[in-house]
């Protein structure tokens, strides 16, 4: 998990699918070249999809002939349990 | 040179012939027996001169694994300019029509794609004025 939120690509494209959830490769392909002036091609930005979905944070559904995904941000929840939010201190008096 | 014809591969003529004038708004331009198959063209009614759309069969065996694989990625075969993506969007969807990709800004334009029941993905795209 860590070394897919390693690449920048990556991350753009999991902010591309909170921004909307449940895209064609398509679509993303289109937002990552449109909006963040990635020119990465179809099929590398498909490899990335590819790592997102062997870690989980990305989800895949067939709708009728298409394909969508999907963020699934409940991998992350990991990282949150293993280092709980806690304040900068001991504060000096 | 200038473009005369383009083509999109149809499963079925006569329901490719109803979904493109019905429903996209296009006019049927030729209409000519060609034993099982019919050569079949529509244009816009804004430009009944301009570009021919082929309603073309799709028997050949090349087609079905292409158009699958393009559209499992969302990918659209062809792309029509329309003045406002958000309404055509809605008007479409009122029909009935299925969009895989709702109207996103891409750059300098908007960007829609739909479904158009003969197996194809097409893009609806509003230009900048």
Known sequence: MFKALADPTRRTILDELTRQNGQTLFEICGRLTTTHGLGSSRQAISQHLDVLEAAGLVETRREGRYKFHYINTSPLQYIVERWPHRPAGPKRP | ?129
Not at chain 2, 82 to 87: G, N, P, Q, S, T
Not at chain 2, 110 to 124: H, K, M
């Open chain 2, 1 to 129: 040179m200038r473009i005369n014809l383009t083509s999109v591969f149809v499963n079925d003529q006569e329901r490719a012939l109803r979904f493109y004038t019905d429903i996209l708004g296009f006019e049927k331009k030729h209409d000519v027996p060609l034993g099982e198959d019919r050569w079949l063209t529509v244009v816009s009614p804004k430009d009944p001169e301009g570009t021919n759309l082929l309603l073309e069969p799709s028997s050949h065996p090349a087609v079905k694994p292409f158009r699958e694989a393009l559209v499992a990625d969302g990918i659209p075969f062809a792309s029509f300019d329309v003045d406002d993506v958000k309404a055509e969007y809605d008007r479409l969807r009122g029909l009935g029509v299925r969009f895989t990709q709702e109207p996103v800004e891409m750059g300098p334009v908007v960007t829609a794609v739909l479904d158009d029941t003969c197996g194809n993905l097409i893009q609806i795209a509003q230009r900048p004025l």
